[in-house]
């Protein structure tokens, strides 16, 4: 990271500076309304942000994998709404629509979701399976040669304003993950509609809510792959997904480490600044050496997805470190400011509150171990093999 790229270290440098002026002095108060980030998508649309995952040959900015994780930890560090919003666009929509998608369904959407004119969500979990994702009720039946949905999905992220979904369904129940395929779901289509924006302990301006499917009716072009291979499609997604979810974990943590630190300057208790009490510095020591390692996590996935092939255990221990690291950090920086860490006049709260979801959503801490784990002993068992 510290040899970076001029274009690496121009993307790093606009986002930077857009968390600083367009979001960082907006956040608080987008947290307190549960506002939808507006303008702020707009601008970062112009930025090319809302297409990163897109290659520049359908409309996008075609960034490799680093400098999408960089742009999103920088953003995080001005606003974690507004960073989960954009990861989700392009990693859990555009990316599978670029990897997966037909030339038609390509043309249709990526230009539209890369230049920000249109935008879209990820259906997964449904009201009673997430991290057994598999088991789900959502179905899509054969009608004439296309489709017909009936289901619901809920915690869609961007789902009420979202204009297409990356939808999952079981075509074939019986079959389990081998009978899960995946939709481009247009959210016009007759028959969908999503519930009022849910209401959570954090990322109060990146909306999530639950939307329905009552006999939506699909063309055959609304199939993404091939039929039966959605579930692998929605987990080789949610490998790119965690890498921008553990990218957002570190810029949270990065900006509640940064306001601790600045206040650490300025509060005096017992005759002398906090700054200089030494159990206060190795609060930082430890923040700065976790902030460090969870770049390096992250770092190494994004190389390895680069690389190709699979990079499923490397973008999960990214998630599962950087995102507790998160919680670590977000919950030591508030220690630092003391009660007024406890008050919404400073970030720290809000830091708190907006780091804990990074350890429940793409995948829970504990799912994390589990394949984690699933790999290591996969590795072992190919290599007694050999
Ligand atoms: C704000 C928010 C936004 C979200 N956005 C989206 C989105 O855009 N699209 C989407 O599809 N989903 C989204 N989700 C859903 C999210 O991915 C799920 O909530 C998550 O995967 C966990 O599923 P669950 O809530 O059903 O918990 P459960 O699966 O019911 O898990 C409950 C607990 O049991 C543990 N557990 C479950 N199985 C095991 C096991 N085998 N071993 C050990 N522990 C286990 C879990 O780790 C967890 O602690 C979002 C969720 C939230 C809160």
Known sequence: MDRLTEEQALALGMARSFA??????????????????????????????????????????????????????????????????????NSLVCEPIAKFGTDVQKRAWLPLLATGQRLGCFGLTEPSSGSDAAHMDTCAKRDGAGWRISGSKNWITNGPHADVMVLLAATQKQLGPKGVSAFLVPMDAPGVSRDRHDEKLGIHAAHSCTISFDEVSLGSDALLGAEGQGFKIAMATLDSGRIGIAAQAIGIAQAAFDAAFAYSQQRKAFGSLIKDKQAVQFMFADMATELRAARLLVAQAASAKERGGRYTREAAQAKLFASEMATRVTHRALQVFGGYGYSTEYPAERHYRDARITEIYEGTSEIMRLVVAGQMLKDAASLSAT
Do not use: H
């Not at 809302?50 to 742009?71: C, K, R, W």
């Not at 999103?72 to 954009?86: F, K, M, N, W």
């Open 20 to 89: 600083a002026e367009r979001l960082k002095p907006v956040a608080a108060a987008l947290d307190r309304d549960a506002s939808w980030p507006r303008a702020q998508l707009a601008g970062l649309a112009e930025l090319g942000f809302m297409g990163m995952t897109v290659p520049e040959a359908d409309g996008g900015a075609g960034f490799d994998p680093l400098t999408y994780a960089l742009v999103i930890e920088a953003l995080a560090t001005g606003c974690a709404s507004t960073a989960v919003i954009v990861s989700v666009n």
